[in-house]
């Protein structure tokens, strides 16, 4: 079965450095997705991508973060200027269609982005 | 912000017997829910849905019921099976938003033998 595929499984980097996390999404799915779990804490929604461009982001999503599709495969997420606060699980995701009845989000298994 | 809300941190079932998960959402404008199950070290994995339209969708072992009057829904899990254990969270989408869900903070099961 397809997967969602994201690198690096863990990254450590110190505070006010530039992260970028990456994700190969399935190959015939059309929309992506950035969610991200601090510890103990929800998944929440940061940004969707469509066309590329971003067709919705959350107020976590601010100046700081950004995304972007560089060729037919990779999906990104930049980190400007990590703080210790951006610490979390960060899963891409990735879906067919907009109608979740017949296209449901999948997940890749996420990266754990540890500032300090 | 606690719009979809799971109250019950962990579930402990016996294997065979049946796992009732539990979820409350406080959005009426919420039209679609989702169940996602998630192992240690993995994504979330889509498990099932349910549209705001229908009462209860069924696939396989597992059964989501929609309750909007009381805003809540639940996923039956019958019969519980050891690899089932898992943390399980409930989903929802906003009309018009089909691009981003709101999670609940996830319920942990584990089925014994």
């Known amino acids: 079965e397809p997967e969602v595929t994201q690198t690096p499984s863990h990254q450590v980097t110190q505070m006010g450095q530039e992260v970028i996390l990456r994700c190969v999404p399935i190959?015939?799915?059309?929309?992506f997705y950035w969610y991200r779990q601090i510890l103990g804490q929800k998944v929440e929604f940061l940004v969707s991508?469509?066309?590329?461009?971003?067709?919705?982001k959350s107020e976590i999503f601010d100046d700081q973060f950004s995304v972007e599709r560089p060729d037919g495969s990779n999906f990104t997420l930049k980190i400007r200027s990590t703080k210790l606060e951006d610490s979390a699980m960060y899963f891409c995701?990735?879906?067919?269609?907009?109608?979740?009845?017949?296209?449901?989000?999948?997940f890749g298994n996420g990266t754990r982005l540890t500032v300090t | 912000d606690q719009q979809v809300k799971q109250n019950s941190p962990s579930l402990s079932v016996q294997e065979g017997r049946i796992s009732i998960l539990n979820c409350d959402y406080t959005?009426?404008?919420?039209?679609?829910f989702l169940w996602y199950k998630k192992y240690p070290a993995e994504g979330p994995t889509f498990l099932i849905s349910?549209?705001?339209?229908?009462d209860k969708n069924e696939d396989g072992r597992f059964t989501v019921f929609l309750n909007k009057s009381a805003k809540h829904l639940s996923l039956h899990i019958v019969p519980s099976q050891p690899g089932d254990s898992a943390v399980y969270f409930c989903?929802?989408?906003?009309?018009?938003?089909?691009?981003?869900?709101?999670f609940g903070t996830g319920t942990r099961l584990q089925v014994t033998l």
């Open positions: 995701a990735s879906s067919d269609g907009t109608n979740y009845f017949d296209s449901p989000l999948h």
């Open positions: 190959s015939n799915h059309l929309y």
């Open positions: 991508f469509y066309n590329n461009e971003i067709s919705e």
């Open positions: 959005n009426s404008m919420f039209d679609y």
């Open positions: 349910i549209s705001s339209i229908k």
């Open positions: 989903a929802a989408s906003l009309t018009g938003t089909a691009s981003k869900l709101t």
